[in-house]
């Protein structure tokens, strides 16, 4: 059953779409959309390509999923749902966790006092009206799974399964209260990296420190499960809450899932990829989506670690540009073909 991926130049956000192929069905699944900028129109971004390729050979998306609601993940997709012939004509289905479903879901009232940011890119002051658009926007169209997705839950499509990682109960509960407001400005620069060290120099300093950000926490990651193989997307989850979803479906350091590839969360950052969890995933190709233009990343440790466990493992960048910032030609010469940027779509029959 051939699987298709393909990860859009979404700057330094997620945009993905997926094709799962079977003998009587195709089924497509979007994850994410980008920033605003990843829909466009002048100039035209990769997601407004993308759906006009679509609607023009007369083809529909059965799933769009919402990780959560940064802007770089979900700024295109209030664009493409904003515009007649987006995702409001080609879209059947749409998962996200909104505020008003997390409230319900806790069987809390929603006080409209408590302001709830998360990183936007339009300004740092920018709340979570950006998903409350998004409400808006599917209120009236009939597509939009209305209930909360949480670690454990399945949702069954013809042609594969896809079983949820993140987010946990704990992790929705904090979605209640406001969030911190010392988040880092969403313009932060790339000035700040550690792309001019080596593997040998990042493996002997590194202690791994886990991602604390509210919204990243909130982060729905899955298996996508195509009979016998497994695909992980993590969207921008947090890797103790990864472990824990795998755990519950079987998998540990001892028996780990085995997966065709791993779209690494949260672009390449440290505090998302710890060693304990690629201790939990067997896989020789990792995905790290991001024009490196936002927050220092992705962070060349996140490689070395990845590279450390598994030595022959592939690690597929969406932005060829991104590469020869991290690595040096020296470096690239010893990793052979394990460093490559995605060239169309990643194909697995």
């Known amino acids: 059953m051939p699987v298709n991926i393909r990860v859009l130049k979404a700057f330094h956000g997620d945009c993905i779409f997926i094709t799962v192929e079977s003998e009587t069905v195709t ?16 100039p035209q971004g990769e997601l407004r390509a993308l759906l006009n390729e679509l609607e023009a050979e007369g083809k529909q998306i059965d799933l769009v999923i919402l990780t959560h609601v940064d ?21 059947r289905k749409i998962m996200f966790n909104s505020g008003r479903l997390i409230h319900e879901y806790f069987k809390v009232q929603v006080d409209p006092k408590k302001e709830i940011l998360g990183n936007f890119t339009q300004s740092k002051n920018t709340s979570i009206n950006q998903g409350n658009t998004l409400e808006r926007l599917l209120k009236d169209l009939g597509i939009w799974h209305e209930s909360v997705i949480k670690q454990g839950d399945k949702h069954t499509l013809k042609g594969c399964e896809l079983i949820f990682l993140t ?25 700040k990296t550690d792309w001019k060290k080596s593997y040998k120099e990042l493996l002997a300093q590194d202690t791994f420190k886990e991602d604390n950000s509210t919204p990243n926490g909130s982060s729905i990651s899955f ?47 440290k505090g998302n990829t710890s060693p ?28 070395a670690r990845i590279h450390s466990k598994k030595p022959n493992a592939a690690i597929l960048f969406n932005y060829k540009s991104v590469i020869s910032s991290i690595y040096t030609n020296d470096e690239l010469a010893q990793l052979k073909n394990q460093i490559t940027a995605l060239l169309g779509e990643l194909k697995f029959d």
Request: net charge negative; proline share 5%; with cysteine.
């Open 167 to 191: 987010p946990d109960e704990s992790e929705l509960k904090k979605l209640l209260t406001t969030w911190e407001k010392g988040q880092p400005s969403p313009f932060t620069s790339a000035s």
């Open 223 to 269: 298996i996508l499960k195509v009979g016998e193989y497994n695909f992980l997307f993590l969207g921008d989850a947090h890797p103790t809450s990864i472990i824990q979803g795998l755990t519950m479906q079987g998998y540990n350091a001892d028996t780990p899932i085995k997966a065709e590839v791993v779209k690494l969360s949260h672009h390449g950052s």
């Open 276 to 303: 304990d969890l690629l201790s939990t995933i067997d896989c020789l190709t990792y995905i790290v989506s991001t024009d490196a233009t936002r927050h220092g990343l992705p962070n060349k440790i996140t490689f």
């Open 71 to 91: 802007d770089d993940h979900i700024g295109g997709l209030i664009k493409a749902f904003e515009v007649k012939d987006g995702l409001t004509k080609l879209a």
């Open 27 to 42: 089924e497509r699944i979007l994850i994410d959309g980008g920033p605003a900028a990843t829909f466009g129109v002048s």
